[in-house]
């Protein structure tokens, strides 16, 4: 089968950082028999610079045809001023919704040399890896009715929370088959004690995994105690599902546990295309960062991580995936850092592009 990728590098540093990806990909190409068919894109303000939209129509219909989409980050002071359906971000949630992409991937992976930039202790987050998968398309962002209005003298603020068990259980799915490919658990959050929606959640996510995947185990836990054994003990959890709301504020927790905003790449999956594999957008959690932009500074390894993270899930190439975080890890391992992961401990400081040649050493080394 080919493999198809539409990378949009975007705004700030994201064109930076995705072409160290770029000599990543091409290296895939050259040693593992592993070519990519690429194709590139605009989107944020510079495609409302160039094209007159955050993302255009014909940006969105590559990225609904390829396998897997690499974004790197969107946004700058240059664009705060625009209309809100000409924003920058407009071209991320467009990519999101128009994707239908349903189930969010939040890795919280700590490598070894790392451990020191956590707010928890060291042997705490030491080899830590877990994953949260949030649901992303529904939920309390979403739900009608919604607004402020008045009642007699005051104001009213309304959000609802609402869920369907069609939505329940295809994120749940995502998530057991995930699992499946890590270490085989999952522990789905809610607040069943307070929320009629919370016991749907649970509910329907016990009767997915007890009609198609009870070889995965499952827990539940209400999602405030989850929230304390995510900064008490981390390392006991694999994968953690949850919805929207719960997601959003979770998976940010867990990721300063691991440090770095440099380091945090993530996935939105969508529904399995014609060939099997899943609809799938991968980009770094970090933003533009236009206060480092064009210094050739920027930490590439979040982005590089995405791709890895679409080698594991789109191309089913989970040996490369492996392959690609150990050249990450093993180039930690010597001290090698970009300024954001320069800790009192020191190291060789490099830029953008020497952390680049670092990993492909490394790849070439393996
Ligand atoms: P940011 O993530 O861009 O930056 C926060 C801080 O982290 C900055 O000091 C930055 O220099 C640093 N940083 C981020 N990524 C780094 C990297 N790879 N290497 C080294 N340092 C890094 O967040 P922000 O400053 O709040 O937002 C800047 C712009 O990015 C805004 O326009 C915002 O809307 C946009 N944004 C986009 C996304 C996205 O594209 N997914 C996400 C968040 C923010």
């Known amino acids: 089968m080919t493999n198809t990728l539409l990378i949009l590098p975007g705004d700030g540093i994201g064109p930076e950082v995705m072409a160290q990806v770029r000599r990543v990909i091409d290296w895939f190409g050259a040693n593992r028999g592993m070519p990519f068919e690429v194709s ?21 219909e590559v990225a609904q045809s390829v396998d897997a989409v690499l974004l790197g980050a969107v946004g700058g002071p240059k664009w705060d001023d625009l209309d809100f359906k000409d924003k920058p971000e407009r071209g991320l949630l467009r990519l999101r919704k128009d994707m239908d992409l349903f189930a969010n991937l939040r890795p919280a992976q700590c490598f070894d040399a ?5 707010s928890l202790k060291p042997d705490l987050v030491a080899g830590l890896d877990m994953m949260i998968v949030r649901e992303l398309t529904s939920g309390v962002y979403f739900g009608e009715p919604r607004g402020v209005s008045h009642d007699g003298n005051e104001r009213v603020g309304v959000n609802t929370h609402r869920y369907t068990e069609s939505e329940i259980a295809r994120v749940a799915r995502s998530a ?4 499946r490919k890590r270490r085989n658990r999952v522990c789905s959050m809610e607040k069943r004690n307070v929320m009629e929606a919370g016991i749907l959640w649970h509910d329907v996510v016990q009767e997915v995994h007890d009609a198609e995947y009870g070889d995965v185990e499952l827990t539940h836990m209400l999602a405030d105690a989850g929230g304390m054994q995510i900064v008490r003990a981390p390392k006991q959890f694999d994968v953690i599902l949850t919805d929207n709301l719960f997601g959003d504020m979770l998976s940010d927790v867990a990721a300063m546990l691991t440090g770095s905003l440099g380091m945090l790449p993530s996935a939105s999956l969508g529904a399995p295309m014609a060939n099997g594999r899943p609809k799938a957008l991968y980009e770094p959690v970090h933003g533009s960062a236009p206060d480092i932009a064009g210094r050739g500074v920027a930490n590439p390894i979040a982005c590089i991580l995405s791709f890895a993270m679409a080698l594991r899930y789109s191309f089913d190439a989970g040996d490369g995936a492996d392959l690609l975080e150990g050249a990450v890890q093993s180039v930690l391992a010597d001290g090698v850092r970009t300024g954001d992961l320069m800790g009192p401990e020191g190291g060789t400081p490099v830029g953008t592009a020497q952390m680049g040649d670092a990993i492909l050493a490394k790849l070439d080394a393996a």
Do not use: K, R
């Not at 303000?45 to 969105?60: F, Q, R, W």
């Open 114 to 118: 790392l451990a020191d930039f956590s």
């Open 176 to 179: 057991f088959e995930l699992a």
């Open 40 to 60: 590139e894109g605009l989107v944020g303000g510079i495609a409302y610079d160039e094209e007159g939209a955050p993302i255009s129509d014909a940006t969105m």
